[in-house]
């Protein structure tokens, strides 16, 4: 079975900060791996994915996320966040490409 | 393109009583999943659809809920006899094929969710 976790329930930060969510996965094989966003009164929407090859995937609105294998993780990145970034982000794992399992989200909140 | 568009957005119920939600999934989108989602959890797989299939309704709670798809397109989440457990926000996704047709592509498109308040 696989699983997620994020360890951190809510982030906060200044605008123009760089920030780091964090994400550990735990499954028997090699996962696809997934991070979607949630705005306020608005569907999760992908973010970013990886499925092998570089590490380092990118995102849509400069999002970036960090496989690594030896530490199970898969934690996204964001070198100057924006009050419009405050959302909760979800990071979600699969085996097969077909049931996704999320973890519980972290909400991040940027102070201006 | 429309997105996926589901209903009612708000429910309140007494215990006991059955509530029918439904999602109409992106044109084209040959997979169908329904996820609850309670308050400040992530979003919790109950069933998913190929087509009109049930592929893997191994986390829904059989007793009270059920889902249907019947001609492939839209679906209905039923769930009898509410709980207060039952209280989150149901949300419905599609997804289509990735390549050769056999496996979703990952990316998943949700609707905005319907939130049930059992009382």
């Known amino acids: 079975a696989q699983s997620v976790t994020q360890p951190d329930a809510r982030v906060t930060v200044s605008e123009g900060a760089s920030l780091q969510l964090r994400c550990k996965y735990s499954?028997?094989?090699?996962?696809?791996l997934f991070w979607y966003v949630q705005y306020p009164r608005q569907g999760l929407q992908l973010l970013l994915k990886y499925y092998s090859g570089d590490p380092v995937v990118q995102g849509v609105n400069g999002f970036e996320a960090e496989f690594s294998k030896s530490n199970s993780s898969f934690h996204l990145r964001k070198a100057s966040v924006h009050w419009s970034d405050s959302a909760v982000y979800f990071c979600?794992?699969?085996?097969?490409?077909?049931?996704?399992?999320f973890g519980d989200g972290t909400q991040l909140v940027v102070k201006p | 393109e429309a997105g996926v568009t589901q209903s009612p957005r708000y429910a309140v119920l007494q215990e006991g009583q059955a509530v029918s939600f439904w999602c109409d999934p992106i044109s084209g989108h040959d997979t169908l999943y329904w996820y609850q989602q309670p308050r400040d959890q992530g979003p919790q797989l109950l069933v998913y659809f190929r087509d009109e299939a049930v592929i893997d309704n191994s986390q829904l709670p059989s007793d009270r809920f059920s889902a249907v798809r019947p001609k492939g397109t839209n679906s209905t989440l039923k769930i009898q006899s509410a709980k207060q457990g039952d209280t989150a926000t149901y949300l419905c996704?599609?997804?289509?094929?990735?390549?050769?047709?056999?496996?979703?592509?990952?990316?998943?498109?949700f609707g905005e969710g319907s939130k049930l308040t059992v009382l």
């Open positions: 996704a599609s997804s289509f094929p990735g390549l050769g047709g056999h496996t979703n592509t990952g990316q998943l498109y």
């Open positions: 979600a794992v699969s085996i097969d490409n077909n049931r996704i399992f």
């Open positions: 499954s028997s094989v090699t996962p696809y």
